[in-house]
């Protein structure tokens, strides 16, 4: 049976960051983005520490310790701008306005204009479940939002949707206060947890990988995340 120092479910941008930062240090690490069973094609698999960073399948995962923490679907989408040279980086800035966090990235490489709401979004609170790819409805109020904030984006004279160039949709898990979640688990010392990261956590990524290799190997972190951590805080 092959023995690891790190074992991590969820290959993620956390979890990736994490093993990142391990194999830097010379640890033996194997990660795992499908999360049931747990085990390689020979059978299971012996590892020093685990670590969860199984964004929006956390909580199913560590569902013992009722995390706090609700997934909700978000639609993204690139649109086409009217005038490319107003939208270009360095020209255009990244912007958000209220209500709902509405927000946009200039054009990059060609990709289109991003659009999307940080702050909405369908709550799932049976995840996991199929998520619905973006409809009409989703659409609609980015469209009239990018008529009140950014209406030199699109051309009113065509119809939008000849405008846009993708929608996706993605999956934010969220806490109450909007903070990550990270922490030792409370009743197996050896297993380590990232979640709840909130729609924000990408951004945060290389420093996270930091501190969970660190939280893996030493058991501390120098880094000032106790903030971070699950006891007493919901």
């Known amino acids: 049976m092959p023995g690891y120092d790190v074992a991590i479910i969820g290959l993620g941008a956390m979890g990736s960051f994490t093993a990142l930062e391990l194999a830097r240090r010379g640890a033996s690490v194997i990660g795992f983005d499908r999360f049931s069973p747990l085990g390689t094609g020979d059978g ?3 590892a020093k520490r685990l670590v969860v960073a199984a964004g929006a ?3 199913a995962i560590l569902r013992a310790l009722k995390l706090p923490l609700v997934v909700r679907r978000q639609v993204l989408t690139w ?3 009217r005038r490319p040279q107003w939208f270009q980086p360095g020209a255009s800035p990244i912007f958000v306005f209220a209500p709902g966090g509405f ?7 060609g990709a289109g204009v991003k659009i999307a709401y940080h ?3 369908d709550p799932l609170p049976e995840f996991p479940v199929r998520i619905a790819p973006p409809s009409e409805a989703d659409l609609a109020p980015l469209v009239r939002d990018i008529a009140r904030f950014v209406p030199g984006l699109l051309d ?9 160039l993708a929608a996706r949709t993605c999956l934010y898990t969220m806490t109450p206060d909007g903070h990550f979640i990270v922490d030792r688990h409370p009743h197996y010392e050896q297993v380590l947890f990232g979640a709840g990261f909130s729609g924000h956590g990408f951004k945060f990524a290389p420093v996270m990988g930091e501190i969970l290799a660190d939280l893996a190997q030493e058991g501390r972190t120098d880094r000032p995340a106790e903030f971070l951590r699950l006891e007493g805080r919901f």
């Open 119 to 121: 702050e909405k979004g």
């Open 79 to 81: 649109f086409r701008p």
């Open 103 to 109: 927000y946009g990235f200039p054009e990059i490489a």
């Open 57 to 59: 399948w956390s909580g």
């Open 156 to 164: 009113p004279d065509r119809p939008w949707l000849d405008q846009m």
């Open 44 to 46: 299971q698999i012996r």
